[in-house]
C-alpha cells in the first residue's frame, strides 16, 4: 500500500512539473554568403543568408565583422536591418563592400577560370538578436552571438559579375 502511494505522489508530480511552461531553447545562427555580385561602381553586394537556429522565433537587427576574400586583408562587414525570422528558418539581407585592389584582383583572376574557378572566402563576426516576444515574452534582453563560415564562391555561367 505504501508503494502505490509513492508511485502515486510521483506520477503527481512528474504531472505538475509537466504543466510549467516549456521553455525555448536558443541557439546561435548560422550566417553564410549566398552570392555576391560585383556592382558598377566596383562595389560588392553580398546576399547573406541568415539561418535561426533556435526552437523560437528570433528578431534580428544588426552584423558586425568581416570578410575576406583569398587570404588577403579582410575588410568590414556591417548591416543595419530588421528581420524576425521564425524557429528552424532562414531570410537573407543584402550587404555592400567595399573590395580592396588585391580583393578585386583575386576575384577577377577567379572569374578568368569561368565556372572552373572557386575563390576562398571568409566571414565572421557578430550578429545582434533578440528573442520574438511572441515566442518568449519573459526574455527581452538583446544577445550579441559570434558567426563564423569559410567557404568558396564560384562564377555563375551565363550571368556576369555574379558569383555563388
Not at 61 to 88: K, N
Request: charged content about 15%; hydrophobic content about 45%.
Amino acid at each position: 500500500m505504501r508503494l502505490i502511494r509513492c508511485f502515486a505522489l510521483a506520477v503527481l508530480a512528474a504531472c505538475l512539473a509537466a504543466c510549467g511552461p516549456q521553455r525555448k531553447s536558443v541557439f546561435p545562427p548560422s550566417l553564410t554568403v549566398q552570392q555576391m555580385q560585383v556592382l558598377p561602381n566596383g562595389m560588392w553586394r553580398l546576399t547573406v543568408r541568415i539561418q535561426n537556429n533556435s526552437y523560437g522565433g528570433m528578431d534580428f537587427s544588426a552584423i558586425e565583422g568581416s570578410l575576406q576574400v583569398a587570404s588577403e586583408t579582410p575588410v568590414r562587414l556591417h548591416a543595419a536591418f530588421d528581420r524576425d525570422i521564425p524557429s528552424f528558418a532562414g531570410d537573407v539581407i543584402s550587404v555592400d563592400v567595399l573590395p580592396t585592389p588585391p580583393m578585386g584582383k583575386a576575384l577577377a583572376a577567379t572569374a578568368a577560370k569561368g565556372s572552373a574557378g572557386a575563390l576562398a572566402y571568409a566571414i565572421s563576426g557578430t550578429i545582434h538578436a533578440q528573442p520574438d516576444l511572441a515566442d518568449r515574452p519573459d526574455d527581452k534582453n538583446p544577445q550579441d552571438f559570434p558567426f563564423q563560415h569559410s567557404d568558396f564562391l564560384s562564377p555563375v555561367p551565363g550571368i556576369a559579375n555574379t558569383f555563388r
